[in-house]
C-alpha cells in the first residue's frame, strides 16, 4: 500500500491535457498536481483567471497558481507520475531539453493517442528506446473518452494498461470519480496501437460522410475497420485479447461516430473537398490520425497487413488521390 502523498506533472496544454487535470484535482485521492504547457499567455490566464483560455474554457482549474508553469523541467521534478499529453507529432520538439536523467525512475503514463514521426514507434517504444523507461514504469491512459464529455461530467470509462497491473491500478485510483470509471489493462502494445488506428478510421468515416455516403455504409466500414485493427495488433504483439473491449471496439465507435471527434471532423472536410492544409487550418486542434495514417504506412512495410481501408486514407491524404475515387475502390472490397 502507497501511503506517501502522490506527485503528477501533467506536460501539455490541449483539450486532453485540461480533462485529465480536471479528473485529476476531482478525484478524492490526496494529490498535487504540476500542469506544463508551452503558452506563457495561457499559463498567465490560468494563474489569473483559473480556466484555460483556448481548450475546454468553460472548466475551473483548481490547482495552485504556482504549478502552472512553462518550466518543463521544474514541472518534472517535482513529480513521480508523469502524464504525457502533447501530440505525438510535437512530443520530442516537447521533451527536447529533457535528459533520460530527469525521468529517471518515474512513472510516465500516456495519454497521447499517436505515433512519434521519423522514429515511426509508439510513445511506450519511444520513451523506452529514448530515455530508458523501462517497460514496467509505463502506463497508456485509453478509452472511449472525449475531453468535452469530461468538461461536462458526462460518464465515461478509462482503461489503464501497464504490464504491472499494479501500478496501474494505483493509477486509476488517482483519476477515477463520479464521472469516471476505470478498467486495468496488461495490454500495452495492443491499447496504444488501436486507440493510434481508430484515428484512421475515424478519418476514413469522415470522409465518407463528407462524400455523401449514409449510416448504413457506415456501419459497414467501421466493422472492417475493427477487424483491420485485429489484424494488425495481432500481428504486432499476439496475446489472448477481446477487441470487442471498449479500449479497442469502444474508441474506433466513439471516434469514428462522435460530434466531437478531431479526425472524424477532419476527414469530413477532406470528404467535403477541402485540401489537408485549409482543413488543419480551419481546425483549431490537431487530428492525430492525419500524422500517424504516414506512420503507419511505414511500418505495415515490415509486417505486410491487408489494410484496405488505411491505405485508403493513405492514398488520399498523402498521394493526392481523390477521394471520390478512393472511397468507391475501397466500397469494392469491404464484406
Ligand atoms: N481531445 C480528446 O478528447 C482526446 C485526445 N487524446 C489525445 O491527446 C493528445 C493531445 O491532444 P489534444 O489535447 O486533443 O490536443 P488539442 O488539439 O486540444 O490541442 C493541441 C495541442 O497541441 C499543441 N500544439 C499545436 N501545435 C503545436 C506545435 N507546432 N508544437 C507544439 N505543440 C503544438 C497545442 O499547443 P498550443 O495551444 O500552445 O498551440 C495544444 O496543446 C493527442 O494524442 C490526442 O489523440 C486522447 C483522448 C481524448
Ligand atoms: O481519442 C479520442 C476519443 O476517445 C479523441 O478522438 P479525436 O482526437 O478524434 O477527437
Not at 513521480?80 to 505525438?88: M, R
Not at 499517436?114 to 502506463?139: C, K, S
Not at 495481432?234 to 496475446?239: L, M, R, S, V
Request: proline share 3%; hydrophobic share 40%; glycine share 6%.
Amino acid at each position: 500500500m502507497h501511503t506517501t502523498k502522490n506527485t503528477i506533472a501533467v506536460i501539455g496544454g490541449g483539450s486532453w491535457a485540461t480533462a485529465n487535470v480536471k479528473m485529476l484535482a476531482d478525484n478524492s485521492t490526496p494529490k498535487d498536481i504540476y500542469w506544463w504547457m508551452r503558452n506563457g499567455e495561457a499559463v498567465e490566464h490560468l494563474t489569473k483567471f483559473r480556466h484555460n483560455p483556448r481548450y475546454l474554457s468553460s472548466v475551473e482549474i483548481n490547482v495552485p497558481a504556482q504549478h502552472i508553469s512553462t518550466d518543463l523541467k521544474a514541472m518534472l521534478a517535482q513529480a513521480e507520475f508523469v502524464l504525457l499529453n502533447v501530440p505525438a507529432a510535437f512530443l520530442k520538439d516537447a521533451l527536447s531539453g529533457i535528459t533520460p536523467q530527469d525521468l529517471e525512475g518515474k512513472k510516465i503514463v500516456s495519454a497521447i493517442k499517436g505515433i512519434v514521426p521519423d522514429e515511426n514507434l509508439i510513445i511506450g517504444e519511444f520513451l523506452n528506446q529514448r530515455y530508458g523507461i523501462p517497460f514496467n514504469n509505463l502506463l497508456v491512459l485509453s478509452g472511449p473518452c472525449h475531453a468535452e464529455e469530461v468538461a461536462l461530467e458526462k460518464l465515461s470509462y478509462l482503461t489503464i494498461a501497464s504490464p504491472d497491473t499494479e501500478l496501474a491500478a494505483r493509477f486509476a485510483g488517482m483519476i477515477d470519480t463520479r464521472y469516471i470509471k476505470t478498467i486495468v489493462s496488461d495490454d500495452i502494445y495492443g491499447t496504444e496501437y488501436s486507440a493510434v488506428l481508430k484515428n484512421i478510421y475515424a478519418i476514413a468515416s469522415g470522409i465518407c460522410h463528407g462524400l455523401g455516403y449514409g449510416d448504413n455504409f457506415q456501419a459497414v466500414l467501421i466493422s472492417n475497420a475493427i477487424r483491420e485493427i485485429e489484424r494488425f495488433v495481432e500481428a504486432i504483439h499476439h496475446i489472448d485479447r477481446d477487441i470487442k473491449e471498449s479500449a479497442y471496439l469502444g474508441d474506433l465507435m466513439v471516434t469514428a461516430y462522435s460530434q466531437f471527434s478531431r479526425n472524424r471532423t477532419f476527414g469530413n472536410m477532406i470528404g467535403k473537398g477541402y485540401t489537408v492544409t485549409s482543413a488543419q487550418l480551419e481546425m483549431n486542434m490537431v487530428a492525430e490520425g492525419y500524422y500517424a495514417v504516414n506512420c503507419l504506412h511505414q511500418i505495415n512495410k515490415q509486417h505486410n497487413v491487408y489494410m484496405p481501408i488505411c491505405n485508403a486514407v493513405y492514398n488520399i491524404l498523402y498521394q493526392k488521390r481523390s477521394p471520390y475515387n478512393e472511397m468507391k475502390h475501397l466500397a469494392e472490397n469491404l464484406s
